[in-house]
């Protein structure tokens, strides 16, 4: 049997291996040079799962839990693990819909029958002895022609209408015995990889699914009650349920029967209605500093304008104030893990010089507002002079909004503080979320094209700093907030994918890039493309693709 060379990248070792091993035996011979135990690996920069038989030299790169790929496959896998343990212990009638996630753990209801504590600890005891027998999780590979009536037999979702719009000649089936469904994306080879989970009960049919740690895998991600988290998701699923799109193929099918200017239309003014909400909601709380935080790509810049324009219909004037103009002088800014400036911690903006100007403002007196010069990395006063009179209110927008250590000496009745993020109301379908990080990455990669100068390459390798900053710094203080906003729209993915597929397919294989651009790729033929000639001057998504009344 011919000898191939196995060059192993993040161990920076080199083996010789026959021809046809799989990679999970590569693994296996590399055991010790692992902190972690690997999940997936990548093969000349192609995403793959272990059970891959290699056949010629190559460049292998392995993902461990604490990676986002491995952290990926350990969740799905673990979310396919639940479902069939669901059904072995309650038969076909349960319906499990994994709808959202809350502190790195996912809520999920079921339908069809009733579930209470025991229920749900006589399933977690079904997955652990699933666990404890190593079951192999297999993957099949069959024609779209065929997939229709295997799903209808076997899984429990109907994809029926997916497959419509499918462009691949073959589906993918995820098998554990004899149990079929669809998982997106790849997952780890046999149960016994997840041996750290939990579920834990909720009321009105629902349970949440923990997750381990991702840095601290030994250890699971706390079950926190986020109330008003949960409230604004509730919301948005009602919302997407009203508007009959709860999963890619009824937004599909919303397209091809042109129903989307519809769509367009209501989502449009489900933002408007609620913008004006949050508006009556300050003006009878008389509140004159509104503080408006939210992660990468919500959309802040053009809710703040529209809420302005909502005060102003209250006889409320309105003054814009960017916490990216009070950063401190480059010689002064903090210096994070990796030696770099970190501009993303509280420690990186004047919180003595906010304070004093915000309560010198509501004192009625005159203050000339900085503009940070990021050239120079300075703050530069060029004039830019603020007074408030009896019923101006001032609009403060920036990461650190709702931390209370950035307004610690104003006045808690004077401030109301808005949350704002891009929380995905669809899934794929009930078993396969999408998550909002991926949203907001998608929207980053446009807008960065579009107006900042940035190639899709650029935004994906920053984005796990972005994604590190905002765990530090914003979503631990989202239940601070006042009222929260969710800027996602039911349609976007629709109107983003044209613009954003030709900036991923630049990426070519020689860049570490390719393999997150390439599953984006993938993740964007669940959709059908729209024009954008329906998409209102004011609408938060024109901030992404261009066109916006406010630019």
Wanted: charged share 25%; aromatic share 10%; with cysteine.
């Amino acid at each position: 049997m011919e000898k191939i060379n196995i060059n192993i990248l993040n161990i920076n070792k080199s083996i010789m291996v026959d021809e046809g091993v799989s990679l999970l035996e590569i693994a296996n011979m590399c055991g010790d040079s692992f902190s972690e135990e690997p999940l997936l690996a990548a093969v000349d920069n192609e995403l793959v799962e272990l059970k891959l038989k290699v056949t010629k030299s190559c460049d292998v790169c392995f993902f461990d839990i604490k990676t986002a790929y491995g952290y990926s496959a350990y969740q799905r896998s673990l979310i396919f693990l639940m479902i069939y343990s669901f059904k072995q212990v309650l038969g076909d009638v349960a319906k499990i819909t994994v709808k959202h996630s809350i502190n790195q753990n996912y809520y999920c209801t079921v339908d069809g029958v009733d579930i209470d504590s025991e229920v749900i600890a006589e399933v977690e005891k079904f997955m652990g002895d699933a666990v404890k027998k190593d079951i192999p999780i297999e993957k099949l590979s069959v024609p779209v022609s065929e997939g229709i009536s295997f799903y209808s037999s076997y899984a429990d979702t109907d994809l029926t209408e997916e497959l419509k719009y499918t462009r691949s000649s073959n589906i993918t089936m995820n098998k554990i015995e004899n149990f079929y469904d669809y998982m997106y994306g790849p997952m780890v080879p046999s149960t016994g990889y997840l041996k750290i989970f939990g579920l834990v009960y909720k009321k009105d049919n629902g349970f949440v699914i923990r997750f381990p740690l991702r840095n601290e895998c030994s250890k699971l991600n706390e079950v926190i009650n986020y109330e008003k988290l949960m409230n604004i998701f509730e919301e948005s699923s009602n919302w997407a349920k009203i508007l009959k799109v709860e999963s890619a193929k009824y937004l599909n099918n919303a397209i091809c029967a042109g129903g989307i200017r519809d769509i367009i239309c209501l989502s449009e003014a489900f933002h408007e209605k609620k913008l004006a909400q949050i508006s009556d909601m300050i003006a009878t709380g008389k509140k004159r500093v509104i503080l408006i935080a939210g992660p990468s790509s919500s959309g802040k810049t053009t809710f703040a304008k529209r809420l302005c324009i909502q005060l102003k219909v209250n006889g409320i004037k309105p003054h814009i104030i960017s916490l990216d103009n009070y950063y401190l002088d480059g010689d002064r800014t903090p210096i994070d893990e990796f030696g770099k400036p970190d501009y993303e911690c509280l420690e990186s903006i004047d919180v003595p010089q906010i304070n004093d100007d915000i309560n010198l403002l509501l004192k009625g007196e005159t203050v000339q507002v900085p503009e940070y010069n990021f050239y120079k990395k300075r703050r530069e006063y060029t004039g830019n002079f603020i007074k408030l009179a009896e019923n101006d209110v001032l609009v403060i927008e920036g990461i650190h909004g709702l931390n209370e250590k950035l307004t610690k000496q104003v006045p808690k009745e004077s401030k109301f503080k808005i949350y704002i993020s891009a929380l995905t109301q669809i899934n794929i379908n009930p078993h396969n979320r999408i998550t909002t990080t991926d949203t907001r990455l998608i929207r980053r990669i446009v807008r960065d094209s579009q107006f900042r100068g940035f190639d899709a390459i650029n935004t994906i390798g920053i984005w796990d700093s972005v994604l590190r900053g905002e765990r530090k710094y914003i979503f631990p203080y989202q239940e601070e907030a006042d009222v929260m906003f969710n800027s996602a729209l039911v349609y976007e993915l629709a109107i983003l994918k044209p613009y954003v597929e030709p900036l991923l397919f630049k990426i070519d294989k020689s860049h570490p890039e390719y393999i997150e651009a390439k599953r984006l790729i993938k993740f964007m033929n669940n959709f059908l493309s729209i024009n954008d000639k329906y998409i209102p001057q004011n609408s938060i998504i024109r901030e992404f693709i261009g066109g916006s009344c406010f630019e």
